[in-house]
């Protein structure tokens, strides 16, 4: 897995930036039910979502592991944002009306590791709550191009993120499914050069950078035409989760 505390500098830049965050902020907050008043963002990352899910009446507070993500996200929300392990969240139970986790769950490293941090999730929902989640986003990237054709020798392991895995999780942690929605992730279609140094950098992780596979890849890559020209952006998929009323 990336050194996230190593990228915080970079994130932003490089995953599309304002039109990104602001797609994704709007899909989760239409996921909300009407009288959501507090909401915890998993994962917040440099808080560029986050803080955008705030306002109107919703008062979020932000949760990231690695340090200069939380840093950089506490700038942007002083006062709401906590150092803390998704595994093992530092919150009382039923202490939110909702959860958000973006694009989390498929870093995990394995369904064991993806179901504790859903039931972690569940855990600090109130009942009558919602949990919001992206799924299957892997493979929301492969959009048909000249790329994709190009990374198909890499190894594709079972994605912990998967829509039906997910639910799995839910329901293990009580919750029943209730939304679905998508948004485009602007500014994060591939070009053969930014995929080529995204290979160089382990940001696939079952290749090996110094490998012969790496070597394989990134040589079909180089013979593409218009190095520099991005692909097709991806749609994000988010499934909302609701734990039941009391009572």
Same mark, same amino acid.
């Given at each position: ?6 990228e915080a ?9 304002e039109?990104r965050?602001? @797609?994704?902020a709007a899909?989760v907050r239409g ?6 008043r507090?909401?915890l963002?998993?994962?917040?990352g440099?808080g ?6 705030g306002?109107?009446g919703?008062r ?5 592991? @690695?340090y200069?993500?939380?840093r ?9 944002v ?6 093992q969240?530092? /919150?009382?139970?039923a202490s939110f009306d ?6 989390l ?5 394995d369904?064991?590791e993806?179901?504790a941090?859903? @039931?972690?999730c569940?855990?600090?929902?109130r009942p009558g709550?919602?949990?919001?989640t992206?799924?299957d986003?892997?493979a929301?990237?492969d ?7 190009a990374?198909?020798?890499?190894p594709?392991p079972?994605a912990?993120?998967?829509a039906?895995a997910?639910?799995?999780y ?7 499914p209730?939304?679905e929605?998508s ?5 994060q279609g ?6 080529? @140094?995204d290979v160089?950098?382990g ?9 012969p596979?790496?070597a394989?890849?990134?040589t ?8 520099d ?11 909302s /989760?609701r ?5």
């Open positions: 897995m990336l050194d996230y505390s190593r500098d970079r994130y932003d830049a490089s995953r599309g930036g039109p965050a602001d @797609a994704a899909a996921l909300l039910p009407p009288g959501t507090t909401l963002d998993v994962a917040c440099t560029l979502v986050t803080r955008r899910l306002g109107a919703l979020v507070t932000g949760v990231d592991s @690695a200069n993500m939380a950089m996200a506490a700038g942007r929300l002083p006062g709401a906590v150092l803390g392990d998704s595994r969240l530092p /919150f009382p139970g909702a959860v958000s986790a973006v694009w769950l498929h870093l995990l490293s369904a064991d993806a179901a941090v859903v @039931a972690e569940a855990r600090v929902l709550g919602v949990f919001v992206t799924v986003k892997a929301a990237h959009v048909g191009s000249d790329i994709d054709a990374l198909a020798p890499r594709v079972p912990v993120d998967r039906g997910v639910e799995e839910a329901a293990v942690g009580g919750l029943t209730v939304g929605t948004f485009r992730g602007h500014g591939r070009t053969p050069r930014s995929t080529i @140094a160089h950098r940001w696939f992780t079952q290749i090996p950078p110094d490998g596979l790496a394989r890849l990134t079909a890559l180089a013979n593409l035409p218009d190095q020209v991005p692909r097709p952006d991806p749609q994000f998929t988010l499934r /989760f734990r039941p009323p009391a009572g």
